[in-house]
């Protein structure tokens, strides 16, 4: 089975800091995204990327950037976390068909 | 970009009864479409995919989903309801290349004994 980790279930963080969220896929997906998910809004997709180094924006990318320098890791970097940012993300890999992808168990991000 | 909607934010259902969860696309080429069920502090897991081969769909925990052009909905059933099935269930559609998932808003399935 394709395994995607989440560094972090839980975390909390002060306003201003430089957050870092790591997620690793072990099955050599090229496509890899990251969503937020809240409370009656669903999930919404932040970043995505098809390829090393490439990445696109979804739909709520302000306030966030990531990185992709390796096949297996998409790292989601809040710049400076606000309160805002309090959420639940999660991150999915997929190979190159359109066939569903797989989910990292989330991590809970608490921006205090 | 293609989308859904989720008819219901939340839907109670008695055990043993038949679970019902709506979805409609909007899409302006032939989507593929996706059910997926997330457990409490769980990531989510895919029940079910359309991509268009078979209208009706079989997917795991006795789920199924069939796909009707004509109504465009892909509702998601199952025949009798287990305490276990409470969850939210999110309804998706794949966008064009490189296949973003566009999600709705969630269902959340409540189970009464």
């Known amino acids: 089975d394709v395994k995607v980790t989440q560094s972090s279930r839980y975390l909390v963080k002060r306003t201003g800091e430089k957050v870092f969220l790591e997620c690793v896929q072990d099955?050599?997906?090229?496509?890899m995204f990251w969503y937020r998910q809240d409370p009656g809004l669903g999930l919404r997709l932040i970043y995505f990327s098809y390829d090393v180094k490439m990445k696109e924006k979804g739909d709520i990318p302000e306030g966030y950037s990531v990185s992709r320098e390796k096949k297996e890791r998409f790292s989601l970097i809040l710049e400076s976390a606000s309160t805002n940012q309090t959420s639940m993300y999660l991150c999915?890999?997929?190979?190159?068909?359109?066939?569903?992808?797989?989910f990292g168990s989330g991590t809970r991000l608490t921006v205090v | 970009a293609q989308s859904v909607t989720q008819l219901g934010s939340h839907v109670s259902v008695s055990e043993g009864a038949l679970v019902l969860l709506r979805c409609n696309y909007s899409s302006s080429v032939p989507p593929y479409l996706f059910w997926y069920v997330q457990y409490p502090n769980q990531g989510l897991q895919l029940l079910l995919k359309y991509t268009s081969a078979a209208t009706l769909v079989k997917g795991i925990n006795g789920f199924e989903a069939e796909f009707k052009k004509s109504e465009t909905s892909f509702h998601l059933t199952k025949p009798s309801a287990h305490m276990s099935d409470a969850a939210e269930y999110f309804c998706?559609?794949?966008?064009?290349?490189?296949?973003?998932?566009?999600f709705g808003k969630g269902t959340s399935l409540l189970v009464t004994p």
């Open positions: 099955m050599d997906h090229e496509n």
């Open positions: 998706a559609v794949s966008d064009l290349a490189p296949f973003a998932l566009n």
């Open positions: 999915a890999s997929g190979g190159r068909t359109n066939y569903g992808y797989t």
